[in-house]
């Protein structure tokens, strides 16, 4: 199978192209060092030239306002190129619970790619995933200062980076869902108490104060980010994903 990835070198690019190549497909890693541009649409359709299936794991470059105007344009830009391809599946990374959110602008903007995408004329799937591990440090860093990071109490249910690559290269080599699917870490934790397991396991001194105001993630009310009963469960646990990371 030819598979083109959107966003290839980035964390879930890189490693999901590395995965695919691993089980004996053809990739391109498609990307704007590359030459891809999908905001104005250049490089596309050398890119997808013979792709079988496109997976799109690009992000806005801001949280903003400004998001929803990048993902109408880059995922129409991408849904035209592909028809003009034969592309026969269209896969694109969002958000588990995005469409539950709509006071935050960016999961107003990622809810926004997916409607796009269904809408569009090729047949896709929908990978929604949990928080990654990775991004932690961004999450303390937003409402941190010297001594304190402030963080609300909403619960989350994070995922490896590893484990989205493994769910994304599932999807990706089969048939289109025309649907979503979603997938979560193996553990529901409320956002402070994850910040003070990753401070004490980094030896960081800083105190974690709850504040149910602070941060992007306040905003979201009950257990919206953790995917419910019918999301499928990775294996990584945060404990033993910090282990590795030390």
Do not use: C
């Not at 602070?214 to 646990?237: H, I, K, Q, W, Y």
Request: no cysteine; proline share 5%.
């Amino acid at each position: 199978m030819k598979i083109t990835v959107i966003g290839g070198t980035g964390l879930i690019g890189s490693q999901l192209v590395s995965t695919l190549r691993a089980a004996g497909h053809e990739v391109v890693a498609a990307s704007l060092s590359s030459g891809v541009d999908l905001l104005t649409g250049a490089g596309l359709d050398q890119a997808l030239a013979g792709a079988d299936t496109v997976v799109n794991v690009t992000n806005s470059p801001t949280f903003d306002e400004a998001s929803p105007d990048f993902f109408r344009t880059t995922t129409g830009n991408l849904l035209a190129a592909g028809e003009r391809a034969g592309v026969g599946h269209q896969v694109i990374l969002s958000i588990v619970g995005v469409d539950r959110v709509p006071q935050l602008d960016y999961y107003r903007a990622k809810t926004l790619q997916e409607d796009v995408l269904k809408q569009g004329p090729t047949p896709y799937s929908i990978v929604r995933a949990t928080q990654f591990f990775e991004f932690m440090d961004a999450v303390l860093a937003w409402t941190a200062d010297d001594h304190t990071v402030r963080l609300p109490s909403t619960p989350v249910r994070p995922m490896a980076a590893a484990d989205v690559v493994a769910a994304l290269a599932e999807v990706t080599t089969g048939a289109p869902l025309n649907g979503t699917v979603d997938v979560a870490g193996p553990e529901v934790f409320a956002l402070d108490e994850l910040g003070r397991l990753t401070l004490s396991a980094r030896q960081d001194p800083r105190r974690v104060v709850t504040d149910e105001q602070a941060g992007m993630f306040a905003a979201v009310e009950g257990d919206v980010l953790t995917g419910g009963p019918d999301a499928r469960p990775a294996s990584t646990s945060y404990g033993e994903w910090l282990g590795t990371t030390r």
